[in-house]
């Protein structure tokens, strides 16, 4: 996803600061941060490499590979950054490889144990889209194939890609207050045909306090995922940090819905929505955008280790509909916002809802325009 307004990028990060002050003392009980000592403080990711190449300056999806990593832009106008970028270990672009047709909005990557590359073109911030597809490029193929699918319920967008034990695709919805919804074909993928999708159920992941241009609400969304070489771990990242769940029997959406993940803080990221695993699975490793940076900023690929610290999130007191899992019922006393809001007490006063309109307009997010 692409940040677009005439604010600076401080001008942003204060108004986030404005908006979390007005914020603070109205969360409803069901949202419990973390405490501050547990990302107060964190330590920025180790450079590993800078990617110089000017074509590269959207990178919204990363995988790493035994030889370097393979990178996508985010929906590029520019024909010329509508390519699979093949990278060395030095950043350097070694290869490129067109699509047969124009991408809407490429936002995610993963990689199988075979080494085939899946390119999630899943974004749709205006959710309109009528389906969302994955590329997948075969070891050797000179041209990826495109794999439409249709959501069961309406338009979502969504800015992750996992593949579950099987090698099946699950998109991770984006979210916007902590709680994303998590979906699969249901049967496998045809090059000539959509293939409905199927609800799988809902992942909330806990509130920090992490440093971030985007201040709370960049905490709130999902944009990006990761599976570890071994299948053993998963990971899911916001803007500000990386959540990491076991997968020990290689179920991936009971281990997202169950589980409590382990917090690894990515803090003050220009942009970050690329998350991947080392090839070691020893570290986590990440890149921003730099598109709206300052002259000469360049994407750079950070290494983190991984934190054993765990979160125990809040019980929720979100009811989730047995026959649909993505209807969620807002508790008694409570306003549904929509997808995976949090609920607001209803003694909101009208006046402070219009500062936070007016303030949330300052950071309003929008893509491009797509195909």
Same mark, same amino acid.
């Given at each position: ?26 969360? !409803? ?22 990617? #110089? &190449? ?22 590029? &106008?520019? =024909? ?7 990278? /060395? ?12 047709? #124009?991408?809407?909005?490429? =936002? /995610? ?34 041209? !990826? ?46 090059? &000539? ?67 409590? !993940? ?58 989730? &509909? ?11 006393? =409570?306003?549904?916002?929509? =997808?995976?809001?949090?609920?607001? !007490? ?17 950071? #309003? ?7």
């Amino acid at each position: 996803m692409r940040v677009r307004g005439r604010l600076t990028w401080g001008r942003r990060a204060r108004a986030g600061a404005v908006l979390t002050a007005l914020l603070a003392g109205m969360l !409803p009980p069901a949202v419990v941060l973390v405490p501050a000592a547990a990302t107060a403080g964190a330590a920025a990711g180790t450079p590993v490499c800078q990617v #110089r &190449d000017d074509r590269l300056r959207e990178i919204s999806g990363m995988v790493a590979t035994d030889d370097g990593y393979v990178v996508i832009n985010d929906g590029a &106008d520019d =024909e010329a950054r509508r390519r699979i970028f093949f990278l /060395d270990q030095r950043c350097a672009v070694v290869r490129t490889v067109s699509f047969p047709s #124009r991408p809407r909005d490429t =936002e /995610d990557m993963a990689i199988g144990r075979d080494g085939t590359v899946w390119v999630a073109d899943i974004g749709d911030n205006d959710r309109t889209r009528t389906t969302v597809g994955v590329w997948r490029l075969a070891p050797g193929a000179k041209q !990826p194939v495109l794999h439409r699918m249709t959501y069961p319920d309406r338009p979502h967008d969504a800015e992750a890609l996992l593949l579950d034990a099987s090698g099946r695709p699950l998109i991770v919805t984006k979210g916007g207050s902590g709680t994303v919804f998590l979906y699969a074909p249901t049967t496998a993928l045809r090059p &000539d045909a959509p293939t409905p999708l199927t609800a799988l159920g809902q992942v909330t992941v806990p509130s920090t306090t992490t440093s971030n241009p985007f201040s709370f609400l960049g905490r709130g969304v999902i944009t990006g995922a990761a599976s570890a070489p071994d299948g053993r771990r998963v990971a899911l990242r916001s803007y500000a940090d990386a959540f990491e769940y076991d997968v020990p029997d290689g179920d991936v959406v009971r281990a997202l819905t169950t589980g409590t !993940p382990r917090i690894t803080p990515l803090p003050d990221e220009p942009q970050g929505e690329s998350i991947t695993y080392s090839r070691d699975g020893r570290s986590l490793l990440t890149v921003s955008e730099s598109a709206g940076q300052p002259a000469g900023t360049r994407p750079t690929i950070l290494r983190y280790p991984a934190t054993a610290t765990t979160v125990t999130a809040a019980p929720s007191t979100e009811s989730v &509909d047995p026959v649909s899992p993505t209807a969620v019922r807002p508790a008694a006393g =409570e306003v549904d916002g929509g =997808e995976g809001a949090r609920t607001w !007490p209803l003694a909101l006063g009208a006046g402070t809802l219009l500062i936070l309109l007016g303030l949330a307009g300052v950071l #309003r997010w929008r893509h491009t325009a797509r195909r």
